[in-house]
């Protein structure tokens, strides 16, 4: 007995096609955006401070939403200038000399394709002649009532220093919105009873 082999074209086409795509090379995955260099570099024992921070990625960067912070061993923000992002680099200047010390580098940048990335290291001041860092300050001390920084400043002072939001006054006025409120609903509740009965 013989077989029909008569191939279709459906079958024909479907055949083609995948012998098609076994020859095409397989496209390689879009990487996300990572650090690929550092001035100064991770885990760095510089003899001199740095005066800048330059980090390079491997993709161009978008200047609007790239943060790079520098940090001392007791977590306190080290004044620096505004990130200035060229191509698939960012820096930050240092606008006054670091003691010896630890520092962390710490990012946040967005890349061309809209993907966060985000990380940190540190790095080593050792300068034979440099001053030293102070000590870390422990958690539990007391913050520089001086200090103008929003990190540490006090709830009342990050809002203006005026304590308008809190206090007996306010919650006096929260009270009589919330009789005012029960009232106006015992009211309406009241109006529909009567005109059902």
Do not use: C, W
Not at 87 to 95: E, H, N, P, Y
């Amino acid at each position: 007995m013989r077989t029909n082999t008569r191939s279709t074209p459906a079958g024909f086409l479907a055949a083609a096609l995948a012998a098609a795509l076994l020859l095409v090379p397989a496209a390689p995955a879009a990487a996300h955006n990572s650090l690929k260099a550092a001035t100064p570099a991770k885990n760095a024992q510089l003899a001199t401070a740095p005066t800048e921070i330059t980090l390079e990625f491997l993709q161009k960067l978008d200047p609007a939403f790239t943060t790079i912070v520098l940090s001392d061993a007791a977590q306190q923000k080290i004044p620096t200038g505004e990130p200035m992002v060229t191509g698939a680099t960012g820096t930050i200047s240092i606008d006054g000399p670091l003691p010896n010390g630890t520092y962390t580098v710490a990012y946040r940048v967005v890349s061309a394709d809209g993907h966060p990335v985000q990380g940190s290291y540190p790095f080593t001041v050792a300068d034979p002649a440099g001053a030293e860092a102070p000590p870390p300050v422990s958690p539990a001390a007391e913050p520089d009532p001086t200090a103008t920084d929003a990190t540490s400043a006090s709830p009342a002072s990050a809002t203006g220093g005026d304590n308008d939001g809190g206090g007996p006054g306010a919650l006096a006025v929260v009270g009589v919105g919330i009789v005012l409120v029960l009232v106006a609903g015992t009211a309406v509740l009241l109006r529909r009873r009567r005109g059902t009965a």
